[in-house]
């Protein structure tokens, strides 16, 4: 028996928004990853940018930022949420061409905030993407997932092995 | 010698949004590519809402379209468009347990419409993650990346090879 | 005598988002529902699309789940609620040429979602002429009106009688 | 034989916005109206804050305009516009207790303002209803349809006798 | 010694959105204060069209309230939050040929309410600056400022001295 | 005679977005001044954080580009504009103890840039505020103005003096 298990469609296959009238207001939490690959002509660029004190990553934080609190707006049937905490994190590994990104958000609320560090680190990483893309329109932006989630009923969840992804 | 060739900053390291005045004005297309790692639980449900037309890949075509309109308002340094044309469509392989997507965009205008096909692919996939993420948590989106471009001073680019990626 | 009613004017007639501080967190819900009048070859065209899982009343509802979102932001003197479910459904009727909507709202808050419902049920119609209109310019929108609504210091309302309006 | 002529669905069914790019750019102007019904008590309110300089219609104008230019970010398959001029009119009649809305708005562009006309006038009806929902929620907001059309490739369209509303 | 005292950044210096989960929740108020100055031409027609129930104030006080609720999404660290009230008043100085303005905001949250306060101030500056602007485009907007504010860890804080602005 | 010189009201005094079909395109640009003005222990921070490389500049600089391209969300009457280029330069003046906001938007358009500089302006010293605010409430955004003017019918057009402010 194969039943339906996407909570977002009702029994017709109709997308709705659920009702989380009888969930329980936790503190919630979610931590998210994205990396952007890019050629070594790229990463020299951001090093000297962050060396001068250009504003490359701190755009992309901004953008990070504001974009976590417009998640409802974006995603059909997600619940708006009055966000606590975001951070959005940057490392630039030189050595393999690539800038990590570790975004965090926190609410207290009946619903989680996945969708809300998730889309921070893709508007995160589509920045950086705007603004090195005349240098390398080919760089890529991979691995977007859920690193760890914390609160709700499910308690605490953390991705099984990085090398997994 | 290196300069720099981050053109969303000034000399001085700040960004801004940069003169397109004298850019001329041209038809301008953008083709990019995302897409979904799942387990074969979700793409057994995929499939499923699939035959019975349920709203998950509707829902996540919509999400794409509205979200290309609204790429300058997410994005700090893009410049706004008047969007001729915005399709996504998705496959999904049931062999890889992937969703792909792909996003076409289409201007009359002096700058691309990269950000907005890939603003669009992101959108659509963070989407599917949020209408599966209660069967599969640990679903990635992974190789959100330009694939073509048409028009503008540069004319013709395409991605060398898709194995690359 | 005639007292000024109009809660949303202060005592000089200007506009104002008036204080809720006062008012009591309750559970609340409301109906609405609207109707798209429309002539037999759209209606032709919507049966066959549903027919073929075409995604005009697919597009209709995401439109209005997320239009629900955005009501304090389009209603001026709305106050801006989290929403903690919407839902918007379709009849189609091919006797009398037209789509019924409704949309069902709830919020735990101190001020009701009639609003909210009501603008949902509007751009879900909207829509659907949206994307008719090549067919029959001439379809009408009529009768968008509040059907049900539960909680807050009035209780239960119920529109009297469907003949009346 | 019965094609598909619901221009935004492509040969799959799939909702796409769709390319505009061979249309020409003309002047554009479309004229759309409402009806918001009331009872006698809404209308006196209403007569009365206009005598007294309220913000009712000053309101629900506001709100009118506004939403015009959001059109293309709430309607999904809406192409943005970039309006030429928008107005909002209302006529107050104390016979029928209704309210009667025309908009007005005009662009130069390859695609018309249907929509934009008619989104005004559903917003700046809903503006009503909120601001007068506490004397009388059974109020009806109706009629929303296209008056006028004028520019395009089918050139001027007129709703054929307004009786037949 | 000379600690860091910009709350918004952290030790490294990058901006986020400060975590206000142990706050409390308290009712919080803030006032604040703009003041458009202008030439008596412009004095003079905005005294007339008071007089005759033109709607610049009104359009700029629907403006206002507005823009509270989208304080944050224009200010990047802002918290979003749910406003219980909010007025936007205007006095008009035809002595010193100036409006002044004074807007009041409402919430109960963990986080005060000063930015959407400001916020409704300037943008409703704004909206009489663009209004007028074709009689005095030297007209300026000065003295935006917070006047008082309630509640919160700090209790009540108020403006010194007028004078002193 | 005094006759009606406000061109967003028309005859009746109701605001509209006036018609610019008639106007020509041109290249137009507008440059925008503020200043925040704050206690020696802000500027003090300020310097500290521009000195680690801080993002308070940063951060305040994206919030005015992103307002540049929301003006006509904001501001009810403005026409949306496709800008061309935004720039929000900032010069710290620590003997007078204030920061001095220059912002500069060019468009090629039927109509000024006037709102969108300003706009820009003003979120930024808004933002200014929202990070600062914890050390000095006090702080005040003064002197919000016009600077200079180029292109449209009017030609250029430029502050008398500076000292007037």
Chains 1, 2, 3, 4, 5, 6 share one sequence.
């Not at 039943?3 to 207001?25: E, F, P, Q, R, S």
């Not at 490359?56 to 974006?74: E, Y």
């Not at 921070?120 to 760089?139: E, G």
């Amino acid at each position: 028996m194969n039943d339906n298990k996407l909570t977002h469609l009702d029994a017709a296959g109709a997308a709705h928004m659920v009702d989380i009238t009888d969930k329980t207001v936790t503190r919630r939490e979610a931590i998210a990853v994205a990396r952007v690959i890019m050629n070594g002509d790229v990463m020299a660029q951001l090093q000297q940018a962050a060396a001068k004190k250009g504003d490359v990553l701190a755009t992309a934080r901004i953008a990070g930022i504001m974009a976590a609190k417009r998640t409802s707006d974006l995603i059909p049937l997600c619940h708006p949420l009055a966000l606590n905490k975001v951070t959005v994190d940057f490392e630039l590994d030189s050595v393999n061409n690539e800038v990590r990104i570790l975004t965090r958000c926190v609410v207290e609320g009946k619903t989680g905030v996945e969708m809300e560090a998730l889309t921070a680190a893709s508007v995160a990483a589509l920045t950086i993407y705007d603004m090195c893309k005349a240098v390398d329109p080919a760089m890529t932006i991979t691995d977007i997932g859920l690193h760890e989630k914390l609160g709700g009923k499910r308690g605490h969840w953390q991705r099984e092995s990085e090398g997994s992804r």
